[in-house]
């Protein structure tokens, strides 16, 4: 080994990136030609992957500028870091060891396949019982891990041999993907006293469901010398040849006795490079960690027969890849009829838009015992309304009631009222909610009117409208009725301020129920925001009146006073002027509400990627613009409403 040239390119520090980002390279670490020419280094998929989602760049990579970390017929870079040794230090592997346990935590692993089932559980808790790990037919990394297929059934003769009265199971490697064919088949397995797992299974329900795992190559060795179960390896992994496995082969460049969290320190933490997926821009390990649980989590979620009812037929599509996960797409029922015992049999779960539920659905759901979803909008959603038929990239599942139904509990109520938020949550909270008000974003983003002067010097009170058959007004705990009276009852209680009115943007396209006289409007309110941004409406007031409006609710996130005539999700909190709520006892601060209402709750999709995503991903995809967000359905209806609209802004409502 050339060690000058060597030392021109390693020590190898942890950092964010390296260079302009991965080169591709179909080249192994065997070929001369790979070796480090040019001081060039060779990129690999890493070991956090989002399985079938293809961004622009995958979340991790290992990269080296000597071989290839899986190849033991040459030196890499890993393996000689790992032997020599120069690079560790007391942070390094404490963010190591914490690294770990994430993952434990997460269940995150090589493939978050949701379709990968837990190991089944033990016959006789009494028995040992230990897994044998088969691999896929043309794994790379069993012969370059000095391996073949012979050593297949070594391993079952071996374990066999080791523990003739444990209970053996044979899996397919949960790195594998599923539906690969591998070398060991039901028959040779049941004739070496084995039993063989079909199903898909979880790395981890290996590495801690067992009392030794055997390997080939397999990275759930890894994993399973990670959770502190005994391995036994019959080829020679990146991980193999340094104390902590039991080795059947043997590699002379390794001699130095190593920890399994050096392994990973080296591995994950030194050698891999991660990148945000939905920006390209390079990325911690734990900010790559924690996208991943998101994605796995929101895709465990929807992992399960889903049956949807109540949805618009412009919906379905976009409902479908919300609720869809690997290997799982729910099925979107069309028509309002009530659903039936037979369709319940078949899923696990129901979910119906809320306020369009078939009669009879939850009750059917109860009397089955079939979980039943509620799904609305969420907080921050497109570039446009959703009246007129554009697609959301936010929504709300809630098992209890619906956020804007102050009749009874929800979720997120439950959660305001009995959540815990700790410090690093409300950080990332404020954060949050300084960057909604910076990239001033709210639900609709729609109203590019300039605000027109105020006519008189003084505070100014901005009165908002809404659609008055709107669900929220009917079960929000309304104290008023329609939009007149609020701007009559703003008057009362204002009467020296400028009353700004202005009305709900679905009721200004003519699309919805609301519109005020043109005598009212000229009675109590001083100037109509037409067709203004709601957030240059909110900047322009000192305090807002509202009903139940959303409008109240980015009033608060940008500092200003409120009143709720009726309980709507931010009320009763101590945060606004409110009629109250027996149920909502507990006092708020803004950054808790925020870390409820904005993060916990409801669930984002990424408009560019399609896959799930944290609230700051949506933020900074609406302040861009992003045509995603602002794309219209292309249906008969969205095209009549558009006509509709037009129709009315410009020859009725002036009429």
Same mark, same amino acid.
């Given at each position: 080994? %050339?060690?000058?040239?060597?030392?021109?390119?390693?020590?190898?520090?942890?950092?964010?990136?390296?260079? !302009?980002? !991965?080169?591709?390279?179909?080249?192994?670490?065997?070929?001369?030609?790979?070796?480090?020419?040019?001081?060039?280094?060779?990129?690999?998929?890493?070991?956090?992957?989002?399985?079938?989602?293809?961004?622009?760049?995958?979340?991790?990579?290992?990269?080296?500028?000597?071989?290839?970390?899986?190849?033991?017929?040459?030196?890499?870079?890993?393996?000689?870091?790992?032997?020599?040794?120069?690079?560790?230090?007391?942070?390094?592997?404490?963010?190591?060891?914490?690294?770990?346990?994430?993952?434990?935590?997460?269940?995150?692993?090589?493939?978050?396949?949701?379709?990968?089932?837990?190991? *089944?559980?033990?016959?006789?808790?009494?028995?040992?019982?230990?897994?044998?790990?088969?691999?896929?037919?043309?794994?790379?990394?069993?012969?370059? +891990?000095?391996?073949?297929?012979?050593?297949?059934?070594?391993?079952?003769?071996?374990?066999?041999?080791?523990?003739?009265?444990?209970?053996?199971?044979?899996?397919? %490697?949960?790195?594998?993907?599923?539906?690969?064919?591998?070398?060991?088949?039901? @028959?040779?397995?049941?004739?070496?006293?084995?039993?063989?797992?079909? %199903?898909?299974?979880?790395?981890?329900?290996?590495?801690?469901?067992?009392?030794?795992?055997?390997?080939?190559?397999?990275?759930?060795?890894?994993?399973?010398?990670?959770?502190?179960?005994?391995?036994?390896?019959?080829?020679?992994?990146?991980?193999?040849?340094?104390?902590?496995?039991?080795?059947?082969?043997?590699? !002379?460049?390794?001699?130095?006795?190593?920890?399994?969290?050096?392994?990973?320190?080296?591995?994950?933490?030194?050698?891999?490079?991660?990148?945000?997926?939905?920006?390209?821009?390079?990325?911690?390990?734990?900010?790559? $960690?924690?996208?991943?649980?998101?994605?796995?989590? =929101?895709?465990?979620?929807?992992?399960?027969?889903?049956?949807?009812?109540?949805?618009?037929?412009?919906?379905?599509?976009?409902?479908?890849?919300?609720?869809?996960?690997?290997?799982?797409?729910?099925?979107?029922?069309?028509?309002?009829?009530?659903?039936?015992?037979?369709?319940?049999?078949?899923?696990?779960?129901?979910?119906?838009?809320?306020?369009?539920?078939?009669?009879?659905?939850?009750?059917?759901?109860?009397?089955?015992?079939?979980?039943?979803?509620?799904?609305?909008?969420?907080?921050?959603?497109?570039?446009?309304? +959703?009246?007129?038929?554009? *697609?959301?990239?936010?929504?709300?599942?809630?098992?209890?009631?619906?956020?804007?139904?102050?009749?009874?509990?929800?979720?997120?109520?439950?959660?305001?009222?009995?959540?815990?938020?700790?410090?690093?949550?409300?950080?990332?909270?404020?954060?949050?909610?300084?960057?909604?008000?910076?990239?001033?974003?709210?639900?609709?983003?729609? +109203?590019?009117?300039?605000? /027109?002067?105020?006519?008189? /010097?003084?505070?100014?009170?901005?009165?908002?409208?809404?659609?008055?058959?709107?669900?929220?007004?009917?079960?929000?705990?309304?104290?008023?009725?329609?939009?007149? @009276?609020?701007?009559?009852?703003?008057?009362? =209680?204002?009467?020296?301020?400028?009353?700004?009115?202005? /009305?709900?943007?679905?009721?200004?396209?003519?699309?919805? *129920?609301?519109?005020?006289?043109?005598?009212?409007?000229?009675?109590?309110?001083?100037?109509?925001?037409?067709? $203004?941004?709601?957030?240059?409406?909110?900047?322009?007031?000192?305090?807002?009146?509202?009903?139940?409006?959303?409008?109240?609710?980015?009033?608060?996130?940008?500092?200003?006073?409120?009143?709720?005539?009726?309980?709507?999700?931010?009320?009763?909190?101590?945060?606004?002027?409110?009629?109250?709520?027996?149920?909502?006892?507990?006092?708020?601060?803004?950054?808790?509400?925020?870390?409820?209402?904005?993060?916990?709750?409801?669930?984002?999709?990424?408009?560019?990627?399609?896959?799930?995503?944290?609230?700051?991903?949506?933020?900074?995809?609406? @302040?861009?613009?992003?045509?995603?967000?602002?794309?219209?359905?292309?249906?008969?209806?969205?095209?009549?409403?558009?006509?509709?609209?037009?129709?009315?802004?410009?020859?009725?409502?002036?009429?």
């Amino acid at each position: 080994m %050339d060690r000058g040239k060597l030392k021109r390119l390693w020590p190898r520090l942890p950092s964010e990136s390296e260079g !302009p980002g !991965p080169r591709r390279s179909r080249r192994l670490g065997s070929e001369p030609t790979s070796r480090r020419v040019r001081l060039s280094d060779r990129w690999d998929e890493g070991f956090l992957r989002l399985g079938d989602a293809r961004p622009e760049r995958a979340l991790s990579y290992i990269i080296d500028g000597l071989g290839i970390h899986y190849d033991a017929t040459a030196p890499s870079e890993l393996e000689v870091m790992l032997e020599e040794g120069g690079w560790e230090s007391d942070e390094l592997l404490a963010r190591a060891r914490a690294g770990i346990a994430r993952l434990r935590e997460g269940r995150l692993s090589l493939d978050n396949d949701p379709r990968r089932r837990d190991l *089944p559980a033990r016959t006789d808790a009494t028995h040992r019982r230990v897994v044998i790990v088969d691999q896929a037919v043309g794994d790379p990394t069993v012969g370059f +891990g000095l391996a073949g297929a012979s050593a297949f059934a070594a391993m079952l003769a071996a374990a066999a041999a080791d523990a003739p009265e444990a209970e053996r199971l044979v899996v397919m %490697d949960p790195a594998a993907r599923i539906g690969r064919r591998g070398h060991i088949d039901a @028959a040779a397995a049941e004739a070496a006293g084995a039993r063989l797992v079909s %199903d898909p299974v979880t790395a981890w329900s290996v590495a801690e469901g067992c009392d030794r795992v055997y390997v080939v190559s397999a990275h759930a060795g890894f994993e399973a010398a990670l959770a502190g179960t005994p391995v036994t390896c019959f080829g020679l992994p990146f991980y193999a040849g340094w104390g902590f496995t039991h080795d059947r082969l043997h590699l !002379p460049r390794r001699t130095r006795r190593r920890e399994a969290a050096d392994v990973f320190a080296a591995a994950y933490l030194v050698c891999s490079r991660y990148f945000d997926p939905y920006t390209g821009a390079p990325a911690r390990f734990e900010d790559a $960690v924690a996208i991943l649980d998101l994605v796995a989590s =929101r895709w465990r979620e929807n992992a399960v027969p889903t049956l949807c009812v109540g949805f618009s037929a412009w919906k379905r599509d976009w409902i479908t890849r919300t609720l869809s996960a690997p290997g799982s797409r729910p099925v979107v029922r069309r028509g309002d009829a009530p659903v039936n015992a037979g369709e319940l049999s078949e899923v696990r779960r129901v979910v119906t838009w809320a306020s369009r539920m078939p009669a009879g659905t939850e009750a059917a759901c109860r009397e089955a015992g079939v979980p039943l979803l509620r799904m609305e909008d969420g907080f921050l959603r497109s570039i446009g309304l +959703g009246v007129a038929l554009r *697609p959301g990239a936010s929504h709300v599942l809630d098992a209890t009631g619906v956020y804007y139904d102050a009749t009874g509990p929800s979720d997120l109520e439950h959660l305001l009222e009995t959540g815990t938020f700790p410090a690093d949550l409300l950080a990332r909270a404020a954060a949050l909610r300084q960057a909604v008000v910076e990239a001033r974003v709210s639900k609709y983003n729609v +109203g590019s009117a300039a605000l /027109p002067p105020m006519p008189r /010097p003084g505070p100014v009170v901005l009165v908002a409208g809404q659609v008055e058959n709107d669900a929220s007004i009917r079960l929000g705990g309304a104290t008023v009725s329609g939009n007149a @009276a609020l701007l009559r009852l703003a008057r009362e =209680r204002n009467p020296g301020a400028v009353i700004a009115f202005k /009305p709900h943007p679905d009721v200004e396209a003519g699309l919805r *129920p609301g519109w005020v006289p043109p005598d009212e409007l000229a009675a109590h309110a001083d100037v109509v925001l037409r067709d $203004v941004s709601a957030i240059d409406a909110i900047e322009a007031a000192d305090r807002v009146e509202v009903v139940t409006s959303l409008i109240g609710f980015e009033a608060l996130l940008r500092g200003k006073a409120v009143t709720t005539h009726g309980l709507p999700f931010y009320a009763g909190w101590g945060l606004t002027e409110d009629p109250g709520c027996a149920r909502r006892t507990r006092r708020l601060t803004l950054d808790e509400l925020v870390a409820g209402a904005l993060i916990l709750y409801p669930r984002y999709v990424d408009p560019r990627t399609g896959l799930p995503c944290p609230p700051e991903v949506l933020v900074q995809r609406l @302040a861009e613009g992003d045509p995603e967000l602002a794309r219209r359905a292309l249906t008969p209806e969205a095209l009549l409403k558009q006509v509709w609209s037009v129709v009315w802004r410009r020859v009725l409502r002036r009429g």
